[in-house]
């Protein structure tokens, strides 16, 4: 398979790399770590980064392609394989796609390539190692990225996600001089407002019989403290974590743009993974997520974690 990636590299002038919408740092991270790389590997081709953006691009801006250019390019999606988390105007336009995804979600789009490796942290994790067994340099902006990716997915190795790959794969990217404090620093400080937010969130907590935690994001909670879709769906389910008493966590946060509510599943040692897909998501066994029209339809998903939470 390597061979053949690499020739397809080789081979095409134009290279565009999408990766899911809403992105997570490992999205980020996998999608600018191959974007660098190749760029220096290749400074005469056309390389794109394309997709929409929010607080956690800590790298630049996207970039904008014509559907004429990628039906002329290799397309390169990362970090899914899932339609529904998915811009359509991202990958349907193509000469070749290649899927690149850590998740157990089974694809549902068309592909020309999908390399697929459940056993990786980070999908980050996988294209370090794809990178490597092309014999690729890493160079320190990309190695900079794909060690952001691996943190963001990893909760800076706290996860049972981490294994003596991830490790190893990580002390490459230091190998190449980037700076982890100034990382850290970059992703987890935090003014005294979010601090703030952070306690008006938590107090707000509910907790049920089966000590499942959760919170209803609603749409008059955000506008009121002017909040980011993001930080509080993705920023804020962590609140809930590292509880004794709290096996399952859940935050539900409604998203004006797409009139959805973003649903964050997360267990300790529970595999909360076949929610999430029954109500058409997926992700990690533990870390995962889906979108629901209806506050409805997060009561359902609350009674099955706590179902699921009776489960010995």
């Given at each position: 398979m390597?061979?053949?990636?690499?020739?397809?590299?080789?081979?095409?002038?134009?290279?565009v790399i999408?990766?899911?919408?809403?992105p997570?740092?490992?999205?980020?991270?996998s999608q600018?770590g191959?974007y660098?790389?190749?760029?220096?590997?290749?400074?005469?081709?056309?390389i794109?980064?394309?997709?929409?953006?929010?607080?956690?691009?800590?790298f630049?801006?996207?970039?904008?392609?014509?559907?004429?250019?990628?039906?002329?390019?290799?397309?390169?999606v990362?970090?899914?394989?899932?339609?529904?988390?998915l811009?359509?105007?991202d990958y349907?336009h193509n000469?070749?796609?290649v899927?690149?995804?850590?998740?157990r979600?089974?694809?549902d789009?068309?592909s020309?390539?999908?390399?697929?490796d459940?056993?990786?942290?980070?999908?980050?994790e996988?294209?370090?190692n794809l990178?490597i067994?092309l014999?690729?340099?890493?160079?320190?902006?990309?190695?900079?990225?794909?060690?952001?990716?691996?943190?963001?997915?990893?909760g800076?190795f706290?996860?049972?996600?981490?294994t003596?790959?991830?490790?190893?794969?990580a002390?490459?990217?230091?190998?190449k001089?980037i700076n982890i404090?100034e990382?850290?620093?970059l992703?987890?400080?935090?003014?005294i407002?979010?601090?703030?937010i952070?306690?008006?969130?938590?107090n707000?907590?509910?907790?049920?019989?089966?000590?499942?935690?959760?919170?209803?994001?609603?749409k008059e909670?955000?506008?009121?403290?002017?909040?980011?879709t993001?930080?509080?769906s993705?920023g804020l389910?962590?609140?809930?974590?590292?509880?004794?008493?709290?096996?399952i966590w859940?935050?539900?946060?409604?998203?004006?743009a797409?009139?959805?509510?973003?649903?964050?599943?997360?267990?300790?040692?529970k595999?909360?993974?076949?929610?999430a897909?029954?109500?058409?998501?997926?992700?990690?066994l533990?870390?995962c997520?889906?979108?629901?029209?209806t506050w409805?339809?997060?009561d359902?998903?609350?009674?099955?974690l706590?179902?699921?939470?009776?489960?010995?």
């Open positions: 390597e061979r053949e990636i690499y020739n397809l590299i080789k081979d095409f002038d134009s290279i999408a990766r899911h919408k809403n997570d740092l490992d999205a980020y991270g600018f191959l660098y790389a190749l760029k220096a590997r290749f400074p005469e081709k056309k794109y980064a394309i997709g929409d953006t929010n607080s956690l691009n800590f630049q801006e996207m970039d904008k392609v014509d559907d004429d250019i990628k039906k002329e390019s290799l397309v390169f990362l970090d899914t394989v899932a339609k529904q988390m811009n359509e105007e349907i000469k070749k796609i899927f690149i995804d850590h998740h979600n089974m694809i789009v068309d020309d390539y999908y390399i697929r459940t056993e990786s942290s980070s999908t980050a996988m294209v370090t990178l067994q014999g690729f340099e890493i160079t320190k902006d990309s190695a900079r990225a794909l060690y952001m990716g691996i943190i963001g997915d990893t800076r706290m996860y049972n996600s981490t003596a790959n991830t490790l190893r794969t002390a490459v990217l230091l190998d001089g404090q990382i850290h620093d992703i987890y400080l935090e003014s407002e979010n601090k703030q952070k306690n008006i969130f938590f707000s907590v509910k907790i049920t019989k089966e000590n499942v935690a959760y919170r209803k994001n609603k909670f955000i506008e009121k403290y002017n909040l980011d993001n930080f509080v993705r389910v962590g609140q809930m974590s590292g509880i004794k008493e709290i096996p859940a935050n539900f946060t409604y998203d004006s797409s009139e959805r509510i973003f649903c964050e599943l997360r267990s300790r040692n595999p909360v993974l076949d929610i897909k029954k109500y058409g998501g997926g992700g990690h533990y870390a997520g889906c979108s629901v029209e409805e339809e997060v359902k998903i609350i009674k099955d706590n179902k699921l939470a009776k489960e010995r």
